[in-house]
């Protein structure tokens, strides 16, 4: 059984009064209502749209933490895409179009656009510990989500789904995804192979204000040893505040 499965109440068994069988259905009732009252797969909706509803321009860099090399950005959202524009050579764009199902993402080099092929899935971007399926967000598309529990992350109320991969592309097994119950943002992911081992944690570490929404301020990206645990890469991405007008 996967970590995080809930296993089934088996109700008709011999060894369960009606006494004990009404104190089962009331501390369900009790201490699991967020899984009776929340839809995963309307959870799952919530963190698409925030993504494609928002409008925004922001500066920024990719940060490697052992080296300190900085990529500079910039990142723009708006009309169901999301564009990484990365200047330095080899420049390159990197788009994804979040009005399609599964949304799908565009490598732009010298003028010529072509589509991410999933062989590149797991390729680094600009050399960082953030990878091609991670600007995807193709796990977000990924069907039957499970709702597994209720955390708090930085104090902030969340949901935890956990998404698993239908096919066989990228590096991506299963992604556990913490979603703040009140916007309906992602605050944190976490990604596991294909042997149930955790490769790949990202953390909302940082948020800002930009024309009266909520937006990134700083993610931090890390790789890890499947064998040990151990962190083997990190990356911050960090956006500038914008200047007011």
């Keep these: 059984m996967w970590k995080g499965e809930r296993p089934h109440l088996l109700l008709s068994s011999p060894f369960l009064t009606n006494s004990s069988m009404k104190f089962i259905f009331l501390a ?116 039957q989500p499970q709702l597994l529990k209720e955390e708090r992350v930085s104090l902030q109320k969340c949901w935890v789904l956990r998404v698993m991969n239908p096919g066989k592309a990228g590096p991506y097994y299963a992604v556990d995804i913490w979603v703040h119950q009140a916007t309906g943002g992602a605050a944190k992911m976490e990604a596991y192979d ?22 990134l301020k700083e993610l931090r990206v890390e790789t890890l040893d499947p064998a040990t645990g151990k962190t083997q890469g990190r990356t911050y991405m960090k956006m500038n505040t914008p200047a007011k007008p």
């Design 28 to 143: 369900t009732l009790l201490f699991t209502p967020f899984l009776r009252a929340a839809d995963p797969q309307q959870i799952l909706e919530k963190v698409r749209q925030s993504y494609a509803g928002q409008n925004q321009k922001l500066q920024g860099e990719l940060r490697d933490d052992a080296t300190g090399r900085i990529e500079p950005m910039e990142l723009t959202l708006g009309n169901q895409l999301m564009s990484f524009l990365f200047t330095t050579s080899p420049a390159e764009t990197i788009r994804l179009d979040l009005s399609t199902t599964p949304a799908t993402l565009y490598q732009v080099r010298n003028g010529v656009s072509k589509q991410v092929p999933a062989s590149q899935f797991g390729s680094k971007v600009r050399g960082m510990d953030l990878n091609y399926e991670d600007l995807s967000l193709r796990f977000l598309y990924w069907p």
């Design 194 to 215: 294909r042997q149930s081992k955790l490769i790949k944690r990202y953390e909302v570490t940082k948020l800002q204000k930009v024309n009266g929404t909520q937006a």
